[in-house]
């Protein structure tokens, strides 16, 4: 079948073959000469409509073969599966429901409508619970959700806890499925700019390249009277010494730099925003990392380590010295279990 010239031409189009799938210098010879022949007999019309086909195409493939943005696959796995063993949503929300309460009370005042814009909000589960608390405490005021998260996967969670949540289904949600730089540039590109009384960053800003810029444009969007909530990796906790401790190593994917909340605390004082900062403490019981073999310990150091598979992936000397500096220098040790200091830091910034 190949050896005929259409075929071996149609092939050599598509830019996931080119010349790859073939090192035979007479078929890749005919495959070339094929199309000039051809494009000899047709109309000017028809080679129009063949072009424009072969772009579309050609933009396909390229779409294709972009790195998703956001949790995806494995990742995901590994992203809910820390979720759920370090608790750390139990403990974002215990400061969430002892701070917000009061917060929203003072933002809602005189307000006809508050304006939530979630950024990076994932499944969802965090931001179902601030907006619950938004209705408990004004309950006669509308509400409205913005959603911005590139992670298919992660919005399709999201969209499934709003369809079986009755009050979330009170609240007309808008769903941006892209990263926070497409939507500063979708929202740049507009004439009219959509604000916010509360605007939350939850363990997002890991994945931008411009700090301080993601910052103020978010700021920006806030009205009078109102915060940005920032949850991050506090200054000095085992992420902290574990990222910073391997930068070059571990900063090669969707993680380009490491930051902790004290580099944060640092761009929001250059920018001259006032904020208060409250410290969330909290462990994680990372023992099953240091037993061989065992599943559920790779696949939290592959989230830990932005692996696709710890392992595989990196060399026997970085293992190593990943997994020392983990036991000894970002853990506590209690009762033969390994706990890993995965506090938090929660900044809230004023308009």
């Known amino acids: 079948m190949m050896e005929e010239p259409q075929l071996i ?3 050599m189009l598509l830019p996931k073959f080119k010349t790859s799938w073939t090192d035979k210098a007479d078929v890749i010879t005919a495959g070339l000469a094929y199309p000039k022949n051809y494009l000899d007999t047709i109309t000017q019309d028809e080679t129009e409509h063949l072009y424009a086909a072969f772009i579309c195409g050609q933009k396909a493939a390229a779409m294709n073969t972009v790195k998703p943005a956001g949790y995806e696959g494995r990742y995901v796995q590994g992203f809910q599966f820390y979720l759920k063993h370090s608790e750390e949503h139990k403990a974002i929300l215990e400061y969430v429901d002892k701070v917000l309460p009061g917060e929203f009370t003072r933002i809602g005042e005189g307000k006809s409508k508050m304006d939530v814009l979630g950024v990076g909000s994932g499944g969802g589960e965090m ?9 408990s405490k004004l309950p006669a005021t509308p509400l409205t959700a913005d959603i911005v998260e590139p992670s298919i996967q992660l919005t399709d969670n999201f969209k499934a806890l709003v369809k079986k949540t009755p009050s979330l289904q009170k609240i007309p949600f808008s769903w941006h499925a ?3 730089g497409e939507y ?4 740049k590109d507009k004439r009219e700019i959509k604000r916010f009384d509360f605007i939350h960053m939850i363990q997002m800003l890991y994945y931008v390249d411009d700090y301080p810029g993601t910052i103020k444009f978010f700021h920006n969007l806030l009205k009078e009277n109102s915060k940005l909530l920032i949850v991050h990796e506090a200054a000095g906790s085992g992420w902290d010494t574990l990222w910073n401790t391997h930068r070059k190593e571990l900063c090669t994917k969707s993680i380009s730099d490491y930051l902790s909340a004290g580099d944060i605390k640092v761009h929001l004082e250059r920018l001259g925003l006032k904020y208060d900062e409250h410290l969330i403490p909290n462990t994680m019981d990372i023992t099953d990392c240091f037993t061989n073999g065992d599943e559920m310990g790779e696949l939290l150091l592959d989230f830990m380590t932005e692996q696709d598979h710890f392992h595989q992936s990196l060399t026997p000397d970085l293992r190593a010295s990943i997994l020392d500096l983990l036991r000894n220098r970002c853990s506590t040790e209690k009762e033969g279990r390994i706990l890993f200091d995965c506090s938090l830091s929660c900044l809230l910034v004023y308009s």
């Open 9 to 11: 031409a149609a092939a």
């Open 127 to 135: 931001d179902a619970h601030i907006l619950s608390i938004l209705q």
């Open 178 to 180: 892209m990263t926070c």
């Open 184 to 187: 500063e540039k979708q929202v």
